[in-house]
């Protein structure tokens, strides 16, 4: 399909180049169509950049709302949400290293504020499990749901980093080993921070 191509090319060359230096003619090269395409598609890179969030961003939360309907207990749904996203940023670390740095330019207000949008989304599907687990009494009533998930993330961000992931990795250790050791660190953490 025309549409996947495009999202496909377009993604991989906003991971190598960045968003700034991708240009829309790179990427009709690289998908094999014409720029018009693109802009029936797409309307612009913007667009097209969003669109590819959506795609990503879809795909976990329908498997946080799985998590979230099973009948599993909550510190067992929360472990399931730890496996998740540490299996899901490793193996897609240069995608998600490439939206931090869209996060964090301040040149784009309106396109940084979509994207915001669009990853709050899979934000509202955790919050629902963290306050569910609340409302079981397993989680304490005074844990700070918004740390807890900034703690999450930024410690995947951290330990997946190219630059950091090095630094942290202990000698001897391949990357599944290494995986296991962050998921584990962040089930103690935080597991530590939600349980009575």
């Given at each position: ?27 009709a090269t690289k998908a ?165």
């Amino acid at each position: 399909m025309t549409s996947e191509k495009i999202l496909s090319a377009a993604r991989e060359l906003f991971e190598e180049k960045g968003f700034d230096l991708t240009s829309v003619r790179e990427i009709a090269t690289k998908a094999d169509v014409n720029v018009a395409l693109i802009n029936y598609h797409f309307g612009s890179k913007d667009n097209l950049l969003l669109a590819i969030m959506e795609q990503s961003v879809d795909t976990t939360r329908l498997k946080l709302h799985d998590i979230n309907q099973s009948s599993a207990a909550p510190l067992e749904k929360f472990m399931a949400v730890i496996d998740l996203y540490v299996d899901k940023i490793f193996s897609n670390c240069k995608y998600h290293q490439f939206i931090h740095r869209e996060l964090s330019t301040t040149e784009r207000p309106e396109l940084t504020e979509n994207i915001v949008k669009i990853l709050n989304r899979n934000s509202m599907e955790l919050r629902k499990l963290l306050e569910e687990g609340q409302r079981k009494k397993v989680f304490k009533k005074e844990v700070d749901i918004d740390l807890a998930m900034a703690a999450l993330f930024g410690v995947i961000y951290q330990t997946t980093h190219s630059v950091f992931k090095k630094r942290y990795t202990r000698s001897g250790e391949n990357e599944e080993v290494y995986k296991d050791r962050v998921k584990k660190f962040l089930f103690d953490l935080l597991g530590g921070y939600l349980i009575k």
